[in-house]
């Protein structure tokens, strides 16, 4: 069955520092997603991106955040001058054409900022 | 109000009991519903999507109530597996690509 991939499993960085999570979204998919979790609160959404550009963004996908979908199978989320709150586990998501509107998650990026 | 709002619990039953989990949705409008299930640190799983009508799938139905902007989750003989944290989802606008709203989840545990 396919599904979502994401690299790195957790990533440990310093504040101030620049991170990049990766995913690889289902190869037929046409929707990609990110969304975020703290620990010990709910799922949240950060960005939707299709045909190249976003569709919807969050209040919390400010400046420091962009998406960027390099290739045809990657989809990263750029985190620049990280702040301890970003802190959090990060999720990629895709979805089909179609009727469904159901996404489908990536197993997660843990990250870390010290 | 809280966009979607959800019993946090624990519910601890025991193996082959019948629970059931509520929701309620602030936003009218909104037109697509699902329940994900979620492991510990794991992603959110689809569960299954909620239709209008209701559906079952196995020992999982799901039901939506419009007016009252309800919707509900029934686990029929419940499993140790089934442990989990019960995710009530909302499309707000349900259209293709949209965001989806989340509630803070009903945790369950289920005991031998």
């Known amino acids: 069955e396919p599904e979502v991939t994401q690299t790195p499993s957790h990533q440990v960085t310093q504040m101030g520092q620049e991170v990049i999570l990766r995913c690889v979204p289902i190869?037929?998919?046409?929707?990609f997603y990110w969304y975020r979790q703290i620990l010990g609160q709910k799922v949240e959404f950060l960005v939707s991106f299709y045909n190249n550009e976003i569709s919807e963004k969050s209040e919390i996908f400010d400046d420091q955040f962009s998406v960027e979908r390099p290739d045809g199978s990657n989809f990263t989320l750029k985190i620049r001058s990280t702040k301890l709150e970003d802190s959090a586990m990060y999720f990629c998501?895709?979805?089909?054409?179609?009727?469904?509107?159901?996404?489908?998650f990536g197993p997660g990026t843990r990250l870390t900022v010290t | 109000r809280k966009e979607v709002e959800q019993d946090p619990g624990p519910f601890n039953v025991p193996e082959g009991a019948t629970v059931a989990f509520n929701c309620t949705y602030s936003n009218s409008a909104s037109q697509s519903f699902f329940w994900y299930r979620q492991d510990c640190r794991k992603e959110p799983k689809l569960l299954m999507s909620v239709y209008s009508s209701g559906n079952e799938d196995g020992r999982f139905t799901a039901q939506l109530n419009r007016a009252s902007q309800y919707i509900s989750l029934l686990i029929r003989d419940s499993k140790l597996s089934d442990s989990a944290t019960y995710l009530c989802?909302?499309?707000?606008?349900?259209?293709?690509?949209?965001?989806?709203?989340f509630g803070q989840g009903t945790e369950l545990s289920v005991k031998p």
């Open positions: 989802v909302v499309n707000p606008l349900g259209n293709q690509g949209g965001k989806l709203i």
């Open positions: 998501a895709s979805s089909p054409q179609g009727f469904s509107y159901e996404q489908y």
């Open positions: 190869s037929n998919h046409l929707y």
